[in-house]
C-alpha cells in the first residue's frame, strides 16, 4: 500500500447495524456488501461473528459472493470469538480478523476488572491465535482515546510482534477534538514506524467524527473506519461519503492523499442502506442530504444557472446524481431502455429474473401512473432484489368498507406452488390483512414497528412499507419491505417478507444444528 492512499473500511454491516432500529438479514446484507464492492471500497467489516448465528451465516454467505473488498469479522479477544470470525470468512479471497480489547483506564478497571499486564497479555494471545486463521491481523485498543499513551505504546508494540497488521485507535465514545486527535495520531504514528499502519474509527457524539478522521490522516493514519450515511452507535461513527468527498474537493490540503473510492457509486449506496434500514439521512445532510445540491435562494439560482461553481464545490454527478433526463421511461420503453436505466442509477449487478420482475412491475406501474420518476424504478428493483425470498408471496388484498361496520380481509397468498385465500376481521384494515396471513401461513406476528413513506411526490406515488414483526414470540424481530401504489397490498407484502426472512432464518439454525450434532 502506497504511502498517500488510505484505506477505506467500511463498518455499515457492524457498527452501522448497532444503531437502534438498523437491523439487517443477510440477503439485505449480501445487497449492501455488492454495493461496498462496487464502490471499491477496501475492507468490508461484514459483521461481529460470534454475535448470533444470522451474524454467522451474513459473514460467511458475503465472504463467499465478494471477490474484490477483503471481508474482516469482529471478534473479542477471547477464543471462541476468533474462532467464529476466522470460520465466517473462511471462503472469503481476500480477508482479515479483527480484535480489540479496551485500555483505557475506565474500561480496564470497570468492564474489564483486568490489571493492565493482563489486558497485554489477553491482546497478544489473541492476535496470536487470529494469525492460525489469517495473516491480516488488525488489533484495536478500543477507548484508545482516553487510555494512557504510553500504555498504548506498550500494548502496541506487543501486538506488531506478534504480528498484527493494524493498530486502530478508536475514539470509541466520540470525546476527542481534532487537535488532541491529530497530536495522539502524530505521536503513535512516529513510535510504530511503518511497522503497522495506523487506524482511526471515530464516533460522533460531540459531532467531530469526521474532522476527527481527516485530522487524523493529515497527522499520518492509513486507514479509516466509516459507514455510509454516518450509520452506527449512538450518534454514528464518521461518515464515508464526507471523509471521501473532502479528500477528493480539498486535495490541495492533503498532499496528493487519495482513496481507491468510485465516488459515482456514492449516492446509490446512500439511498440503499437508507432504504434497507428505514433510517434516512437528515436532508441537510452533507454529501448525499436531499437538500445537499438544492439552492433554495434567488441568489444563488441566478449563480449557478452563470457558472456552477460560484455556490457549488463538488458536482451532483461526482457522487452519482445524475440531472440528465435523457432517458425517459414510459410505457413504451423497453427492456433494454429499462435496463440502461438501471445501470444508470448504479444497479451493476442485475440478474436476469430480477430484470424480468422488475421490468414487468414497471410496466404494470406505468399503466397506473402518469409519471415514472428515477425514484420508483430505484425502489422497484431495490425491492425485487430485497424480496427474492419468494416462500410466501402475496397476490391480492381485498378490504371490506371499514367505516361502519367490523373491518375485514381477504388475501391471497402463493406458497409452493399452492394459491390460498382466506379472510379474517380485525381492529382495524392492517389489523385485519395481517390477521389473515397469519392463518394463512400458521405464524403469529407480534408487529414491533411500522413505517409508511411515499416514494415520490405526487397522489399516485408508490407506498413503500417497512415492517418489524416477531413470529412466534421469538427474537430477533425481522425487517420486510413492501412496495406498492396501494398502502394495504405494500403493508401485505412488508408482513410477509418479514416472514420469508424469519423462515430462512429457522431453516439455517436448524442446518446448523444437524451440522453440530
Ligand atoms: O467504537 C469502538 O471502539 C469499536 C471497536 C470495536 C473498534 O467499535
Ligand atoms: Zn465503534
Given amino acids: 500500500m502506497q504511502d498517500n492512499k488510505i484505506i477505506i473500511f467500511d463498518t455499515t454491516l457492524r457498527d452501522g447495524e448497532q444503531s437502534p432500529g438498523a437491523s439487517m438479514n443477510t440477503a439485505e446484507k449480501i445487497q449492501i456488501a455488492q454495493q461496498l464492492e462496487n464502490l471499491r ?11 448470533s448465528p444470522g451474524d454467522f451465516d451474513a459473514i460467511s454467505q458475503i465472504a ?27 471462503k472469503a479471497k481476500l480477508k482479515r480478523i479483527h480484535t480489540f480489547i479496551a485500555t483505557s483506564p475506565i474500561h480496564m478497571k470497570y468492564k474489564l476488572k483486568m490489571s493492565p499486564d493482563e489486558v497485554i497479555k489477553r491482546a497478544v494471545a489473541a492476535v496470536q491465535y487470529a494469525k492460525t486463521f489469517v495473516d491480516d491481523v488488525e488489533f484495536s485498543l478500543e ?10 505504546k506498550e500494548i502496541t508494540q506487543a501486538v506488531i510482534e506478534v504480528g498484527a497488521k493494524t493498530i486502530n485507535l478508536p475514539d470509541t465514545v466520540g470525546y476527542l477534538l481534532p487537535t488532541e486527535i491529530y497530536d495522539m495520531v502524530k505521536e503513535m504514528v512516529k513510535f510504530i514506524d511503518n511497522k503497522a499502519i495506523v487506524s482511526l474509527h471515530n464516533h460522533n457524539d460531540l459531532g467531530l467524527a469526521v474532522a476527527n478522521t481527516l485530522a487524523g490522516i493529515s497527522a499520518g493514519a492509513r486507514q479509516v473506519e466509516c459507514t455510509i450515511n454516518g450509520l452506527g452507535e449512538r450518534a454514528g461513527n ?5 471523509i471521501v468527498m473532502a479528500l477528493k474537493t480539498r486535495k490541495d490540503m492533503f498532499n496528493g492523499i487519495d482513496t481507491n473510492i468510485n465516488t459515482k457509486e456514492i449516492y446509490t449506496a446512500s439511498k440503499m442502506v437508507a432504504t434497507i434500514t428505514g433510517i434516512e439521512p437528515q436532508p441537510n445532510k452533507a454529501i448525499v442530504g436531499k437538500n445537499a445540491f438544492a439552492h433554495e435562494s434567488g441568489i444563488h439560482q441566478d449563480g449557478v444557472l452563470k457558472h456552477q461553481e460560484t455556490y457549488e464545490i463538488m458536482k451532483p454527478e461526482d457522487i452519482g446524481i445524475y440531472q440528465d433526463t435523457s432517458i425517459v421511461l414510459g410505457k413504451h420503453s423497453g427492456r433494454a431502455a ?7 442509477l448504479g444497479f451493476t449487478n442485475i440478474v436476469d429474473d430480477e430484470l424480468n420482475a422488475s421490468f414487468e412491475r414497471f410496466k404494470i406501474l406505468c399503466d397506473k401512473k402518469k409519471d415514472i420518476t428515477d425514484d420508483d424504478i430505484r425502489m422497484i428493483m431495490t425491492d425485487e432484489k430485497l424480496n427474492n425470498n419468494k416462500t410466501y408471496e402475496v397476490l391480492s388484498v ?13 388475501v391471497t397468498i402463493k406458497h409452493n406452488d399452492k394459491t390460498i385465500t382466506d379472510a379474517s376481521i380485525g381492529d382495524g384494515a392492517m389489523d385485519a390483512i395481517f390477521k389473515t396471513i397469519d392463518r394463512i401461513t400458521n405464524y403469529h406476528g407480534t408487529l414491533i414497528d411500522y413505517k409508511v413513506k411515499s416514494v415520490s411526490e405526487g397522489k399516485d406515488a408508490l ?3 417497512t415492517c418489524k414483526v416477531t413470529f412466534n ?20 407484502r412488508a408482513y410477509i417478507g418479514a416472514l420469508n426472512s424469519y423462515l430462512s432464518m429457522k431453516d439455517m439454525l436448524q442446518r446448523d444444528s444437524q451440522h453440530q450434532v
Fill in 398 to 410: 381485498q378490504i371490506s368498507d371499514c367505516s361502519n361496520g367490523v373491518p375485514s380481509a381477504v
Fill in 143 to 152: 477507548d484508545a482515546c482516553r487510555s494512557d499513551i504510553s500504555f498504548m
Fill in 473 to 492: 414470540d421469538q427474537n430477533p424481530p425481522m425487517i420486510g419491505h413492501g412496495l406498492s401504489l396501494d398502502t394495504m397490498i405494500a403493508s401485505a
Fill in 338 to 344: 429499462f435496463k440502461d436505466k438501471l445501470i444508470h
Fill in 238 to 242: 464518521a461518515a464515508m461519503e464526507e
Fill in 41 to 51: 471500497v477496501d475492507v468490508i467489516e461484514a459483521g461481529f461473528a460470534a454475535a
Fill in 463 to 465: 407506498a413503500k412499507v
Fill in 64 to 90: 463467499q459472493t465478494i471477490e474484490k473488498s477483503s471481508i474482516c469479522s469482529l471478534a473479542r479477544a477471547v477464543d471462541s470469538d476468533i474462532k467464529a470470525a476466522g470460520n465466517a470468512i473462511e
